[in-house]
């Protein structure tokens, strides 16, 4: 599986973007996708999880503003961000994980100015 993300960019509070990752590759039923992000000096940390089902999570910070959902079709998963925060700047990372496999995408900057 190869995921490649894209939509990242710089925004004032208040705004919104809308970050895509499109997969490739050997994709089964089973996976959970998500979306992961990275402040500078900070650790990793999930935004939200969505199931091959539907089923999603959010971090408790992004409820309410950001919204994950994939297009099965198409292989593609989206991130919804809404009522942007400058705490949501970083680098926003893409994931597929099913039974023992986790791929990572290279990664999407995402700049909220106050």
């Known amino acids: 599986v190869q995921l490649v993300d894209s939509g990242g960019g710089l925004v004032q509070a208040g705004g919104s973007l809308r970050l895509s990752c499109a997969a490739s590759?050997?994709?089964?039923?089973?996976?959970?996708m998500g979306w992961y992000r990275q402040a500078p000096g900070k650790q990793r940390e999930l935004v939200a999880t969505?199931?091959?089902?539907?089923?999603?999570n959010y971090a408790e910070s992004v409820k309410g503003r950001f919204t994950i959902s994939r297009d099965n079709a198409k292989n593609t998963l989206y991130l919804q961000m809404n009522s942007l925060k400058p705490e949501d700047t970083g680098v926003y990372y893409c994931?597929?994980?099913?039974?023992?496999?986790?791929?990572w995408g290279q990664g999407t900057q995402v700049t909220v100015s106050s």
């Open positions: 994931n597929y994980q099913r039974e023992l496999q986790s791929v």
């Open positions: 590759g050997s994709i089964f039923n089973g996976n959970i």
């Open positions: 969505i199931t091959s089902g539907g089923r999603t």
